[in-house]
């Protein structure tokens, strides 16, 4: 008997053409199965806060993103102003601020949002609710 009969048949890349010749059932094997995200564990009234908290770590992680980026963008046309003429750097001071400033608000144009998103949660949106009510009643004005 030759090597390839005695061995147990896999479906391999390499080995599908023999497979089908000899008329035998072409099975995959599907073994890149997902993992499941772990779940984050929070104790018990701490999970909206941990939660606002990661909201505000991302937007301070894309404000520090955006100052690099500007930061980056005038270094940039600094340099190409120094190259080209001579006090380059300090004639085109203005301009190469404007632009660099200008890249570091496109892209900390979207922080509002990332704020907003970690405000606007269910038990943060009831708790206001709560204290809305505690303070008309308190002052007898008006019921939510």
């Not at 770590?57 to 404000?63: D, G, P, T, V």
């Not at 940039?76 to 001071?93: L, N, P």
């Not at 190469?96 to 608000?105: D, R, T, V």
């Amino acid at each position: 008997m030759s090597d390839t009969t005695d061995r147990k048949d896999t479906t391999t890349t390499s080995r599908l053409g023999s497979l089908r010749e000899r008329g035998r059932p072409l099975v995959l094997d599907n073994k890149s199965k997902k993992k499941r995200k772990k779940k984050n564990r929070y104790s018990d009234g701490l999970e909206d806060v941990q939660e606002f908290e990661a909201g505000i770590s991302r937007a301070i992680r894309q404000a520090a993103r955006a100052v690099a980026k500007g930061t980056d963008r005038y270094e940039k046309a600094r340099k190409k102003s120094a190259r080209k003429k001579k006090d380059g750097a300090i004639r085109d001071f203005v301009p190469n601020m404007g632009e660099a400033l200008s890249e570091s608000l496109r892209e900390a144009s979207d922080i509002p949002a990332e704020v907003a998103d970690a405000l606007n949660t269910k038990s943060t949106r009831r708790r206001v609710r709560r204290r809305i009510r505690d303070v008309s009643d308190a002052l007898d004005v008006w019921r939510l």
